[in-house]
């Protein structure tokens, strides 16, 4: 579904990003480990179109879309919800909802609110809430919700469980197994690998704008050596 391949990526002079490389299936979860400033909110940027790559190919079901508009990608089918959540304070939940809506696309789940009320009760409890108003765990929530009302067939989420309680991130982790159970694609950025590894299929580790191991998530998470060897969260 999605194909990233030798990926450079600049901030003005800084060079980020160096050749990153990975694949995501349909209803898959990927989830690029590393520390903050290891380059993972840049790779997720870089394929959305927020920062323009260089150089490098990237292809969402097999169309090239490195160097389009955000709004053009987000058109086709790929959601991403920023580290920063970006909602909008001054509008109710429903009304935050209604922002992201776009028509439904065949073969993904068509998400309506009261189908995103299900999956978050506490966004239902507070449908007429001014953003603003609500816990992080709830903005998070939110920020989530506005961006599978446009109905994506791919979701990128920047440090999703930054800054929860562990109760919230508990419900993080329902919900992206609720996604990948509803055919829904995800690429993680994380620091949590306990929570990485609640809900991944796959890792790609990344330190200092490379790609240093790939492979199975289960694999990392049972080899105290490999942990050790390329992760030092």
């Known amino acids: 579904m999605l194909e990233v391949a030798g990926l450079h990526s600049f901030y003005g002079r800084a060079h980020i990003l160096h050749g990153i490389g990975f694949e995501v299936g349909a209803g898959e979860v990927v989830v690029l480990l ?10 997720l940027k870089s394929v959305m179109g927020l920062v323009r790559p260089a150089s490098g190919r990237i292809s969402f079901e097999g169309q090239a879309i490195a160097g389009l508009e955000p709004h053009r990608i987000a058109r086709l089918g790929l959601g991403y919800v920023p580290e920063e959540r970006r909602i909008f304070s001054d509008l109710t939940v429903a009304e935050n909802l209604a922002v992201g809506r776009q028509e439904p696309r065949a073969g993904v789940p068509a998400w309506t609110e009261e189908r995103l009320f299900a999956l978050f009760p506490n966004l239902a409890a507070a449908r007429r809430r ?3 108003r609500m816990s992080g765990g709830e903005q998070q929530m939110l920020a989530i919700a506005r961006t599978l009302m446009g109905n ?4 990128l989420l920047d440090e999703p469980s930054e800054g929860l309680a562990p109760v919230v991130v508990g419900q993080m982790a329902a919900t992206v197994q609720a996604l990948k159970a509803a055919g829904v694609a995800v690429v993680l950025a994380e620091q949590n690998l306990h929570f990485a590894a609640r809900v991944s299929d796959r890792a790609v580790v990344i330190e200092k704008g490379s790609v240093i ?3 199975l998530m289960q694999e990392l998470r049972d080899d105290a050596r ?7 969260l």
């Open 213 to 215: 191991w790939t492979g």
């Open 130 to 132: 001014r953003a603003g």
């Open 226 to 232: 490999l942990r050790a060897a390329h992760l030092h």
């Open 34 to 43: 590393g520390r903050n400033g290891a380059g993972k909110s840049t790779t």
């Open 152 to 155: 994506p067939r791919l979701i």
